[in-house]
């Protein structure tokens, strides 16, 4: 059973990840938190259901699903955060400029689609389960498991390897320093939403895929562990984005295991203050000096 | 090109009528009760957005529904102008006492709704306040009619359903051992779990897990695995529809074949829509089966499903039932407040699509429940 709980947590954990990792980029680069990134992850799931519907097969209408989520980042960046960017709005403004955004994706999705649950008519979510050993998983979780792996790791080399990254670092670490050294700003951000809303449309059409259910109130729920898991990683961390989905994962599903289905909730949230109280910036957070 | 005389227009316009006119639904003949002419309105509030909205558009539709009913005489209000003022609270709280306060001071002489108990928790009270009735149509858990000497419901409660399920399962399955998941942070889900706790121990059932959830949850593979474990002869799932489906669907993908039963909530053909072969077997207390054969039944799910393109479910079943019970007071004269809540004490039978029903002396509906077990597709009685 303990081996069983542990592939579950797993792929409990890829999801939280793959969704924090957007939450994480954006506050890396502009120190704000972008509360619009749950509403995105839901409205991607849903395009990828209407051109399944419309007959698009899935392996077209996800990366066009992904590639909206992208756009519509960039939309959002533009709507939400740049005007208040330009004018230096505390970061309290664009908080709830991106709940503001949220509340609109929300209310447009329930508008088109309805309160009611969709679900998708694909065949291979129907396919009887794997079983490895005493291990039983389905064909979707092993494909959510792979896209999260892989996406994680597109990313790493995107930010470590290409010029890009080093642009969004260089703006993660001193925006002023970046502008001096020719770096253009608003393209960098404009490319840290997309990436960003990219992967939560990911995370999205994954979730969606995985429970074969696309809601309107969908990422309500991922929207406060995604919020746990990049304040566990580190705010800003990709790295901790990527363990700490994996440890509230992990967390949630041992709560289960040891008896403590009700107190799952707040045992993730009681280790997340715990990582904090012993690394007050989170596990891969960075130090930040306090100037007079 | 020549035009169609009229007199061939107006035949091909009754032919096209003449159709319609045998297949659609007969209006009854509106009588003229002592409150003809009265114009009567009856406040509604339903979650019609929001977390519980696949409950509260049920709801609202049922009322529409009515509405159109009303004017078509096939509800028949004594002449009376009535209408149902459909609100939405929006699955939250502050809204659904907001819509309280509206209702209890615009001249609405009756209130139906809200859709959970947690908010009728939070709403009734104000109407209590204000000596306004209120007839819950879908508020199932413990204590919701004993908020006030004027709260009623048409909805028959967990603790009605669930000791008649066990009962009947327990007869046919003759299990020993049950493990329980429910949902510990609603009302609803909350009681159902407890009931059927509580009913399974007085049955000699040795409980050997509980699991629970927060509604909104999506995942339930840890706690099935846990379940898996302790080889329970039956699951029990004190389950909103949303929840117990991906219950259902994970228990199967993680090859649990175990018997499964709930409550109200599982009253949903979405069940079957979701989780498909997987559902077939399970058994569901119920208020209302959507083949049950009372009068008026199978042509409310008829003009329902040809007006929304679905079939209603409970919740739009109870929903509409509560019209009928204010059509009913109205036809009688009822078209105040002050009238109203004397009125549902005094009732003595009201036919509705649940069946007849009647309040007992704590105001809970006495109806007999329905005992189901899905089939592909749908519902059938279990045996």
Same mark, same amino acid.
């Given at each position: ?28 680069? &502009? ?36 590639? /909206? ?7 959002? #960046? ?27 994706? !929300? %209310? ?5 689609? /309805? ?39 597109? &990313? ?17 670490? #001193?925006?002023?320093?970046?502008? &001096? ?34 809601? $309107? ?39 289960? $295991? ?23 910036? *989170? ?10 | ?33 002592? +409150? ?24 609202? #539709? ?19 102008? &009535? ?34 108990? /947690? ?10 306040? %204000?000596?306004?009735?209120?007839? !819950? ?21 967990? %603790? ?32 159902? !779990? ?13 409980? $050997? #897990? ?19 474990? %302790? ?6 799932? *004190? ?45 569901? *207390? ?5 083949? !049950? ?7 409310? $799910? ?65 109806? +007999? ?15």
């Amino acid at each position: 059973m303990v081996a069983q709980q542990l592939v579950n947590g797993l792929f409990l954990g890829a999801v939280y990840a793959l969704f924090a990792i957007g939450y994480t980029l954006v506050f890396g680069v &502009l120190d704000i938190l972008n509360l619009a990134h749950a509403a995105i992850f839901m409205l991607a799931a849903f395009a990828t259901w209407s051109l399944i519907g419309a007959g698009v097969p899935l392996a077209l209408a996800a990366p066009i699903a992904i590639g /909206g989520a992208g756009l519509l980042g960039i939309v959002l #960046d533009r709507i939400a955060f740049a005007p208040l960017r330009r004018r230096g709005a505390p970061n309290l403004i664009p908080l709830i400029s991106s709940i503001g955004m949220a509340i609109i994706f !929300g %209310a447009i999705a329930r508008g088109i689609y /309805g309160p009611d649950e969709r679900q998708f008519t694909l065949g291979f979510l129907q396919a009887p389960p794997l079983h490895a050993g005493p291990l039983t998983f389905t064909i979707v979780q092993l494909v959510i498991l792979a896209n999260a792996i892989v996406f994680m790791l597109g &990313l790493a080399w995107v930010m470590r390897s290409t010029a890009l990254g080093r642009a969004i670092r260089a703006v993660a670490e #001193d925006r002023i320093a970046a502008a &001096l050294l020719g770096i253009d700003l608003e393209r960098t951000i404009a490319a840290t939403f997309f990436i960003a809303s990219a992967l939560g449309g990911l995370a999205g059409i994954l979730t969606a895929l995985q429970y074969n259910s696309v809601q $309107v109130d969908m990422g309500a729920q991922i929207e406060l562990k995604g919020l746990a898991v990049i304040v566990l990683g580190g705010m800003g961390s990709i790295t901790g984005a990527v363990i700490g989905g994996f440890v509230i994962g992990m967390v949630e599903t041992l709560a289960v $295991v040891f008896g403590l289905s009700e107190w799952r909730d707040a045992i993730s949230y009681g280790v997340m203050f715990l990582i904090l109280i012993l690394r007050p910036t *989170g596990l891969f957070g960075k130090r930040t000096l306090r100037t007079a | 090109m020549k035009r169609p005389a009229p007199y061939a227009l107006a035949l091909a316009l009754a032919c096209a009528l003449i159709p319609a006119a045998v297949v659609g639904p007969s209006p009854a003949a509106t009588t003229k009760g002592p +409150a003809a002419g009265k114009t009567v309105k009856i406040g509604v509030i339903a979650d019609v957005t929001g977390s519980a909205a696949v409950y509260g558009v049920q709801q609202k #539709d049922a009322y529409d529904l009515a509405n159109d009913d009303l004017k078509s005489g096939l509800l028949d209000a004594g002449g009376a102008n &009535l209408s149902f003022d459909v609100e939405d609270s929006a699955s939250d709280g502050s809204q659904v006492a907001n819509l309280f306060q509206k209702f209890t001071t615009d001249g609405s002489a009756l209130i139906l709704g809200p859709t959970l108990s /947690g908010e009728a928790r939070k709403g009734d009270p104000i109407a209590v306040l %204000a000596k306004t009735a209120v007839v !819950g149509t879908s508020t199932t858990a413990d204590g919701i009619t004993a908020l006030g000497p004027c709260v009623y419901r048409v909805s028959l409660s967990e %603790a009605q359903v669930v000791p008649a399920t066990v009962a009947r399962t327990k007869a046919v399955w003759k299990y020993k051992t049950a493990a329980i998941i429910y949902g510990d942070d609603n009302a609803f889900t909350k009681t159902d !779990g407890d009931i059927f706790k509580t009913q399974l121990a007085k049955a000699g059932v040795t409980i $050997v #897990d509980t699991e629970t959830f927060h509604v909104g949850d999506k995942d339930f593979a840890a706690s099935l695995t846990k379940i898996k474990a %302790a080889k329970p002869d039956v699951i029990v799932l *004190g389950a909103l529809a949303e929840e117990a489906e991906k219950i259902i669907q994970q228990a199967a993908t993680l090859g649990i074949k175990t018997h499964m039963m709930g409550g109200n909530g599982l009253n949903s053909t979405k069940i079957y829509d979701y989780a498909g072969p997987a559902a077939v077997g399970v058994v569901v *207390g119920a208020a209302w089966s959507i083949n !049950g054969n009372y009068t008026g039944n199978a042509s409310f $799910v008829q003009r329902f499903k040809k007006k929304y393109g679905v079939e209603p479910d409970q919740f739009g079943a109870q929903a509409y039932a509560a019209a009928q019970l204010s059509a009913q007071l109205v036809k009688d004269g009822k078209a105040s407040k002050d009238e109203m809540c004397a009125a549902l004490h005094d009732l003595r039978v009201a036919q509705t699509v649940l069946g007849p029903i009647a309040f007992d002396p704590s105001r809970d509906v006495k109806a +007999a429940p329905v005992i189901l077990q899905i089939v592909k597709g749908g519902f059938a009685y279990f045996h």
